[in-house]
DNA sequence: CTTCGAATTAGAATAATTCCAATTATTGCT
DNA sequence: AGCAATAATTGGAATTATTCTAATTCGAAG
């Protein structure tokens, strides 16, 4: 397990060469410290360019395949907005998200203390699930 | 506004000249017809084909537009799994989406009596929600 | 009827993502 | 170390849902 301080997160070379079975490659490696870099929820397309600033001859299609790989092995996760374009989250916690309609800014909403969702859903007896994404769309405070 | 039995959906011609504000032409009736008749949540390109057998000349392009205006009008739902087609939905009543793995087949999910979802989220102070959806993806029962 | 804004249409364009085939890197042996 | 097998990376092409464009048609109002 990756430790998630808010202040200091990995450069890609303090990460280990293999986590949870996931082979951290260079590439992967960089991808990964990007996406943990910041709380912003970025795009492909921003961790891409992120990536260039350290691994120059870093390619998109390669952000796509260690995204996919990164999501697929549970070290981020995939946060989805409608049909915007797909954003990366390092926060494992049990968590949904709310975008600011005003600025586009996704940030992380947690749950109540001991609040299990499927308690509240009326789902058909024997359901298993499996994936669960909840998106909320807002403005906020004074905004 | 429209009543929706289950078992007797409206045929174009029995939908109003206007609803809600929203002039319904031809090319609207028949989309909002075939989104009401079948609880099936259907594609645009579903929807397409299925207006095509009443209505050969009907576009895809439109198909969208009518969508977008029936979406937009709050007469119809739009659905949205991960990074997949999005898919329409007749049910204005509160609820959210299973969607079962082995077939892809989504169903309608309703929240327990009384239950309000920012009653058990830690949402910041002021914040005022105009859009949520909630996407559950499992398996069903003994499949 | 005519007018005129709105809706429809076919087809082109867009954009996120995936695919492909070639190259390069890494691993596991001997 | 050398070598073969396997996996990852790469650039570019392909895919695909959706949106855009510009031309045509529709339809409500006068
Ligand atoms: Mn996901
Ligand atoms: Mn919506
Ligand atoms: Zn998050
Ligand atoms: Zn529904």
């Known amino acids: 397990m990756i430790s998630l301080d808010a202040d200091s997160s990995p450069t890609p070379e303090e990460l280990p060469p293999e986590i949870d079975g996931l082979r951290m ?3 992967r490696r960089e991808v990964f410290s990007v996406v943990l870099a910041e709380r912003d929820h970025p795009t492909a ?5 992120r990536s ?6 870093i ?5 796509y395949n260690c995204l996919e790989a990164l999501v697929s092995h549970g070290l981020v996760r995939q946060v989805n907005f409608e049909r915007e374009p797909s954003r990366y989250c390092p926060n494992l916690s049990d968590h949904c998200h ?3 309609e005003k600025t586009g800014t996704i940030h992380d909403v947690v ?3 001991g609040v299990n969702l499927a308690d509240f859903l009326e789902l058909p007896q024997g359901t298993e699930v499996s994936h669960l ?7 906020i405070g004074s905004n």
Chains 1, 2 share one sequence.
């Open 133 to 139: 994404e909840i998106s909320l769309k807002g403005r």
């Open 25 to 27: 490659t260079k590439q």
């Open 59 to 63: 390619s998109l299609a390669t952000v």
């Open 52 to 57: 260039q600033k350290r691994m120059p001859t």
């Open 45 to 49: 397309n921003d961790v891409f360019s």
């Open 98 to 100: 709310f975008q600011d």
């Open 111 to 113: 749950f109540k203390e």
